[in-house]
């Protein structure tokens, strides 16, 4: 989706899905379009465009042990009903493994993720960092998510975040506001717009990300740049084709991590594929 929403990895082949037997007759709020991308810029990092009832796609990377997959479902409406994702990387020693599930609930949103970090050693593998956490998303009288609790163990130590969420006028996402107990959660993202009324750069402590569309309003591209207190890390998404909607379906990804005592270059692509409501 837009702004390499769903960080995927290899192309997975679309199989049917079948409509809702009573979706033509469901009437969809008028700001429903304005209330789906923030909600969805919170629960999946972006937005895309048109009616789309499901994504499927995914990322390898070209020069290490890297991938992803994701497939997400939405209703007629575009309101998402469920996303399944899934991400591992072996680097230098090191192996992360992600994943995430959310689906609908009353109220708003459920989600289950898991996060390990692996060392491999002299044919050992050792789990430095796990953390297990559930996070809820809570639907306001607009219909946009106005908070988000997680409740989660970091090496089997309990813990909580929460965060609260801050619109316009115009019921777009403008700020996230997290505390708790991981210092890494903590933090203030602020949204932004361009004059078009495309979703153009979001920006924390760590850093900011920007993205590019054309005149056409199709997506053209990312780039960001991320502190750590060890490095710094550049990222540039380039499209290299779009579906008639205007979604980004095959991209190329560059990074370069800056270390103390050394620079890391990667490179990676993603596909993605698009089913959309009639």
């Known amino acids: 989706m837009h702004n390499g929403i ?21 009437t969809c709020p008028a700001a429903g379009k304005r209330i789906n991308d923030s909600n969805n810029l919170i629960m999946l990092s972006g937005t895309a465009k048109g009616n789309i009832r499901m994504v499927v796609g995914g990322m390898v990377g070209k020069d290490l042990d890297e991938q992803a997959r994701s497939s997400i479902r939405f209703d007629v409406c575009g309101v998402l009903d469920e996303e399944a994702y899934d991400y591992h990387k072996t680097e230098n020693g090191l192996t992360l493994n ?13 989600s289950v993720y898991d ?41 089997g130590e309990p ?4 965060t609260i969420y801050s619109y316009d006028k115009q019921l777009r996402l403008v700020q996230g506001t997290a505390r708790g107990s991981d210092p890494l959660s903590n933090d203030l993202v602020e949204y932004a717009y361009d004059k078009n009324g495309f979703f153009s750069s979001s920006a924390s402590s760590n850093g900011k990300t920007t993205y590019q569309y054309d005149a056409q309003g199709r997506e053209k591209g990312s780039y960001s740049i991320s502190r750590t207190a060890i490095s710094q890390n550049s990222k540039r998404e380039e499209c290299q084709r779009n579906d008639a909607v205007g979604n980004c379906i095959l991209s190329y990804g560059r990074e370069t991590e800056i270390l103390p005592k050394a620079i890391i270059h990667r490179h990676r692509s993603t596909a993605t594929q698009y089913q959309y409501w009639p």
Do not use: P
């Open 6 to 26: 769903y960080g995927l990895a290899v192309l997975i082949l679309l199989t049917g899905f079948a409509a809702h037997a009573e979706s033509g007759e469901k």
């Open 98 to 110: 992600m994943s995430n599930h959310i689906v609908r609930a009353d109220g708003g949103w459920d």
């Open 115 to 155: 996060i390990a970090i692996i060392v491999n050693r002299n044919g050992q593998q050792r789990l430095v960092n796990h953390k297990q956490g559930k996070t809820r998303f809570f639907l306001g009288k607009h219909g946009v998510i106005t908070s988000a609790t997680d409740a989660f163990t970091i090496d």
């Open 159 to 162: 813990g909580f975040t929460t």
